[in-house]
Structure formats: C-alpha cells, structure tokens
C-alpha cells in the first residue's frame, strides 16, 4: 500500500487494493462465523493484521503528504497502545478476552473511510476531500476513547467455547 503511494504515485491504485484487502477481511470474517470456523490465534492475528494494513496505509499517506501528520501519528500511536495491551495479555496468560465495543466496531468503519477518501485523494465533486478525511478520522479517535471508557466501565468478558 505504502509502496504505491510513495514510490508509484499511484493513489488510485492504493485506493483500490486498499478496498479490496478491508472488503476481503470482512467477508473471510463473515465466512469464519457462517461456518464456525475458529482458531484461537486467529483471535489475535486477524486484528494485527488489519493494525499492519491500516498503519502502513496511515504511514504512506503522511509520507505523501495526503493526510495530517498529527493525525496519522495519533492513528499509529493509539495501535501501537492496543497491541502493547495485548502483548501484555498475552505475556499474563490470562484467559480473559476483550470483546470489541459497539463503540469500537464503529471506530474501525470510520476509520477504514477515512483511509480510502484519503487514498481516493482526487478532484471529486467540488469537495476537498482531505478535509472529509481528517473529519472522518477524528471520528475515529473520539470512538476510539469511547471504547476505552466502555472498556473501564465493562471490563473484560470471559471467552467462551467457540467465540470469534
């Protein structure tokens, strides 16, 4: 992703690829649940690989100058927090599991539009998208801090058999 943005000048591309990896992610998610299909590192792997997608897509954009260093730096940060959180987890070997928030289930959506208007980055309906684009993720940031507080409120929910 990153690639195309800064060695290809191919924001379009990256837009489409972009697409295709989070449209592929939620249907093998979808795929996973309609047909019990569980693995307990797959708990783990599925969302780091989607932090790697979004973060080398967040770097690439600065880099570019696409999107506002703050905000990609506080995108990057707060996934840098979250997997410090669960290597911490891990390392305890606890056996409890944070289920995902409403709050934070949104947060990703957010997020992920704000990526590919970023990544469209194109002369579009009179509108300047980079500023949809920092709208859009500070949405994602003030969701994020939502889920932090349903998250101190709620706590962690013991893992039961079979859950994604």
Not at 84 to 96: P, R
Not at 109 to 135: I, K, Y
Request: glycine share 10%; charged share 10%; aromatic share 14%.
């Amino acid at each position: 992703m990153a690639w195309l943005l800064v060695v290809g000048d191919a924001n379009f591309a990256a837009f489409w690829v972009f697409l295709a990896a989070i449209v592929t992610d939620l249907l093998d998610g979808w795929a996973a649940r309609l047909l019990d299909a569980f693995h307990p590192a797959g708990l783990w792997l599925d969302p780091f690989a989607d932090k790697a997608l979004t973060d080398v897509t967040w770097a690439g954009l600065w880099w570019v100058g696409f999107a506002p260093g703050w905000l990609c730096a506080a995108m990057i940060l707060r996934d840098v927090a979250i997997l410090l959180v669960w290597g911490w987890i891990l390392a305890s070997g606890s056996t409890l599991r944070w289920q995902p928030t409403p709050a934070g289930q949104t947060m990703v959506a957010f997020e992920g539009v704000a990526l590919c208007v970023f990544l469209f980055h194109g002369p579009w309906l009179n509108v300047h998208w980079p500023t949809v684009g920092t709208v859009l993720g500070v949405i994602s940031l003030g969701l994020s801090f939502v889920s932090l507080l349903e998250y101190a409120v709620n706590g962690p929910m013991k893992r039961r058999s079979r859950e994604r």
